[in-house]
């Protein structure tokens, strides 16, 4: 429970200063993050399988803030 907390003191903090892309970026990973963590557990092997189906959760997130820090800089 207090990891769920921390997420959103960090997502709250991420919006005082975000752009609402970025924003709208950081809903997507901790939508993610949230819905995982109430799933079951899994393997590490799982897991792996599993991320190398998938696209890469933080790229988008990543790459809206890079674009937006150039943009300030």
Do not use: W
Request: positive net charge.
């Amino acid at each position: 429970m207090e990891g769920t907390v921390a997420l959103y003191a960090v997502a709250s903090r991420i919006r005082l200063f975000a752009s609402d892309q970025v924003m709208d970026a950081a809903q997507e990973v901790l939508d993610l993050i949230i819905k995982q963590y109430g799933a079951e557990n899994v393997s590490v092997e799982q897991l792996r399988r599993t991320a190398m189906k998938k696209k890469d959760p933080l790229k988008d997130f990543s790459g809206i803030c890079h674009y937006y820090q150039r943009q300030r800089f």
